[in-house]
């Protein structure tokens, strides 16, 4: 593993849905299926964005800043059609979250 990969962020994305605009920063895609979440974020602070399927003018967004190393997560509410408040996680479900997204699960 490259030295800065320890370094880069995880974000794991919950809830997603096919279809659904999702973005990071600068960057936006249409989901698929399997979609979870991006690995190697570099620390700092980005604009997550997520808009319904076909409705790029409801995109909402949500700030995050994400610590070197970290796991950072974000969910879809499907039912509103809008970013979720999630709970901060605690050490166990960051590392479990983490060594899941490292080991492509």
Do not use: C
Request: glycine share 10%; no cysteine; net charge negative.
């Amino acid at each position: 593993m490259a030295a800065h990969a320890r370094h880069d962020a995880l974000l794991v994305a919950t809830n997603t849905k096919q279809g659904v605009e999702f973005g990071i920063d600068a960057h936006t895609w249409t989901l698929g299926p399997d979609f979870e979440g991006l690995h190697s974020i570099p620390p700092g602070l980005h604009l997550v964005t997520f808009a319904p399927a076909g409705n790029a003018a409801g995109r909402e967004g949500v700030w995050i800043r994400v610590a070197p190393g970290g796991v950072s997560r974000v969910a879809w509410d499907p039912a509103l059609e809008a970013v979720a408040a999630t709970d901060p996680l605690d050490a166990a479900a960051a590392a479990h979250l983490e060594n899941q997204a490292r080991a492509g699960r």
